[in-house]
């Protein structure tokens, strides 16, 4: 009999480790290069000894405390720790500046921080001068020397594990209310200052009860997740950590996402919570190297591909292939899908999660037709954040699928997507104003996205509202349908539609290099760099074709006129992208401004 109430995820945690007890948690590798297993047992008795530390250092229900730090299994520790004893977590983006690190402790109110590494230690300690109520800083990582103001995880854990009111651990986690705040995400502003939303237990609770009510059968069995987006993000959180937490599976964490793809062949993940991006760079990687293939290797992988397709219908409705087609698919399993999938460490994958952005049909259908089930969902910060998603059984490429239980969604006015349900925020930290305006009068949350609903409850996400383009014609344009569409390119990477109060719509287009630089081989022509490639007629022409093709189902005014190849790829590092992957369209403005004009030059 379960001894809490599963009124938290603390709770629910506590309860799991009484089953679960010695079996293994999570998987992580160790310092000396090998993968190391923790129990629910070992992982509660740190939570334990952490929270036992956090009480004795006087935090009490309602304190903040931060929590900056990269994918690790002490980022679990820290936050079942935190959330148990009632104070809220904090996280921020192990990738943040220190200044944003500074503006989220300060914003927060957070007492306490805990670091991954020694940079995140000294991102904090650069402007720790600034932040009065920031009372200590604990650090996962051991230290050559003690700093001042610092203490590492090692001695935090010693300190709570010598604590004798062992009992005051439950005693803090019992009295948690359902409606209390578990934490503080603050989202990734691209204007102005980003806003802390406050999540509740009860939101959580709800959405990991949500997701497991959408096939319950699907997810129930002995499954390993592969851990890698940012915890600091709610898909990560609550997808990636809490649902598996909550339906007893094991989670291993990979090292960096430049090592994936040997992370994804060490654990052979069965599950996968992703956002589009890294569907989209295997795919690209896969039709990339099959350009380069033998001209046998080339006509079989096509003829498998052909199959592929003809699966579609078997995969997403759920029935059983028969006759002849069976017969041609399993064969083109075992010479062509087997493999592939073997070489990508994705042969035991059950089922895909996608979320974050929207999953391009092409990307979809790719993975769906060799048989590995990708299920696209929907959802914000501000709803914990997932308020749709496809089912198992079936599953419907470019839709997001239908709501989750308990969920309602209407379409709004300029078919804006408004949500109600028990996964959405209360509201946002020491911004009634902001909170008041995220809401309708009658307690829908706008979500800003812009979608459409079919007869089976589906949901189809066209475009986000302050994303819209309005040319100088006064015609609306959503650029990331637009830009879905040509990424299903294998040349083309990554791409920005600009064209707000412009004449025409312009792209920067970032091209997939490897298939480009193969083609460009074939085809004899030399080059000595990435920006000789890209200047090259005959690479224009075939940018130029690639968009003619891509585009040719749309309208007049939402054809793309002019073009620029650029020669490196954006990232979260070189400030294009969010840490999600989604594009950061007013930096891309700002930063690529001289190229954009270069595109309109009659303006």
């Given at each position: ?5 599963e009124?938290?995820?603390?709770a629910?945690f506590?309860?799991r ?9 999570v ?12 129990s629910w ?8 000894d ?19 730090s ?17 104070a809220?977590?904090v996280?921020i ?7 944003e690190?500074?503006?989220i ?7 306490k921080?805990?670091?991954g ?9 650069k ?7 920031l009372?200590?800083?604990?650090i996962?990582?051991?230290l050559?020397?003690?700093v ?7 001695e935090?854990?010693?300190e ?6 062992k ?11 359902i ?22 237990h ?9 997701l ?8 129930s069995?002995?499954?390993t997740f592969?851990?890698f987006?940012?915890?600091a993000?709610?898909?990560?959180r ?5 649902a598996?937490?909550?339906?007893g599976?094991?989670?291993?964490f990979a090292?960096s996402?430049?090592?994936?793809l ?6 052979r ?7 589009p ?17 033998s001209p046998?290797?080339?006509a079989?992988?096509?003829w498998?591909?052909?199959?592929a397709?003809?699966n579609?219908?078997?995969i ?29 460490g ?8 996608s979320?974050?952005g ?8 790719f993975?769906?037709?060799m048989?590995i ?9 501000e ?5 749709n ?9 470019g839709?997001v ?15 804006e ?11 946002y930290y020491?911004?009634?104003a902001?909170?008041?305006?995220a809401f309708?009068p009658?307690g829908?949350?706008?979500?800003g996205?812009?979608g459409?609903i079919d ?7 066209t ?18 349908n ?8 294998s040349?083309?990477?990554q ?21 480009l630089e193969s083609?460009a ?9 990435r ?10 022409k075939?940018f ?7 585009m ?7 054809q ?13 590092d070189?400030g ?8 950061k369209?007013s930096?891309?403005?700002k ?10 030059p009659q303006e």
């Amino acid at each position: 009999m379960a001894q809490f109430q599963e009124t938290s995820m603390g709770a629910i945690f506590q309860n799991r480790v009484q089953q679960y007890c010695d079996k293994t948690l999570v998987i992580y590798k160790n310092k000396s290069g090998k993968w190391e297993e923790i129990s629910w047992n070992k992982l509660n008795e740190m939570v334990q000894d952490l929270g036992m530390f956090l009480i004795k250092r006087g935090v009490q229900p309602g304190d903040k405390v931060a929590l900056f730090s990269p994918n690790r299994y002490e980022w679990w520790v820290a936050d079942l720790a935190i959330i148990s004893v009632g104070a809220v977590n904090v996280p921020i983006y192990a990738t943040n500046s220190p200044e944003e690190s500074r503006y989220i402790i300060d914003n927060s109110d957070a007492k306490k921080c805990f670091v991954g590494t020694k940079e995140h230690m000294e991102k904090i300690l650069k402007v720790k001068d600034k932040l009065p109520n920031l009372e200590e800083i604990i650090i996962f990582d051991d230290l050559d020397k003690p700093v001042a103001g610092v203490m590492t995880m090692a001695e935090a854990l010693k300190e709570g594990k010598a604590t004798t009111n062992k009992d005051e651990f439950d005693r803090r986690l019992i009295p948690i209310n359902i409606g209390d705040v578990a934490t503080i995400i603050y989202t990734s502003g691209t204007t102005g200052n980003p806003k802390g939303v406050m999540l509740t237990h009860k939101n959580f609770v709800s959405n990991v009860n949500q997701l497991n009510a959408v096939d319950p059968e699907f997810l129930s069995g002995d499954h390993t997740f592969l851990s890698f987006l940012p915890l600091a993000h709610s898909l990560e959180r609550t997808v990636g950590y809490y649902a598996a937490i909550f339906l007893g599976h094991k989670v291993a964490f990979a090292e960096s996402t430049d090592k994936l793809l040997e992370n994804f062949q060490d654990i052979r993940p069965t599950f996968l919570v992703s956002v589009p991006r890294i569907y989209e760079k295997v795919h690209a990687g896969i039709t990339a190297k099959v350009a380069g293939a033998s001209p046998i290797k080339k006509a079989l992988f096509n003829w498998a591909m052909g199959l592929a397709k003809e699966n579609l219908p078997y995969i997403c409705n759920d029935k059983e292939r028969t006759g002849w087609f069976a017969f041609k698919y399993n064969l083109a399993d075992k010479i062509i899908f087997s493999k592939l999938k073997v070489a990508l460490g994705m042969d035991k994958l059950h089922g895909a999660m996608s979320g974050g952005g929207p999953l391009s049909v092409s990307d979809a259908e790719f993975f769906l037709g060799m048989g590995i089930r990708v299920l696209e969902g929907f959802g914000l910060t501000e709803t914990t954040p997932v308020t749709n998603g496809n089912k198992p059984k079936k599953i419907k490429p470019g839709t997001v699928g239908p709501a989750l239980k308990d969920t309602i969604i209407k379409i709004g006015e300029g078919g804006e997507i408004l949500i109600k349900g028990p996964q959405v925020m209360k509201g946002y930290y020491k911004n009634e104003a902001a909170t008041k305006e995220a809401f309708t009068p009658d307690g829908f949350f706008r979500t800003g996205d812009i979608g459409e609903i079919d007869n089976d409850g589906y949901m189809k996400i066209t475009g986000r509202i302050k994303d819209i383009i309005v040319t100088s014609g006064g015609k609306n344009v959503s650029p990331q349908n637009i830009e879905n569409t040509l990424v299903t390119s294998s040349f083309i990477e990554q791409v920005a539609v600009i064209g707000d109060n412009r004449k025409y719509l312009s792209a920067l287009i970032v091209p997939s290099f490897a298939t480009l630089e193969s083609w460009a081989k074939d085809k004899n022509i030399s080059f000595s760099n990435r920006q000789e490639l890209i200047k090259n007629p005959e690479v224009i022409k075939l940018f130029e074709h690639e968009i003619e093709e891509q585009m040719k189902d749309y309208a007049r005014v939402e054809q793309i006129r002019k073009f620029l190849l650029m020669e490196k790829e954006w990232s979260q590092d070189s400030g294009e992208m969010t840490p999600t992957m989604k594009l950061k369209r007013s930096i891309i403005r700002k930063k690529y401004e001289k190229e954009i004009e270069s595109l309109y030059p009659q303006e």
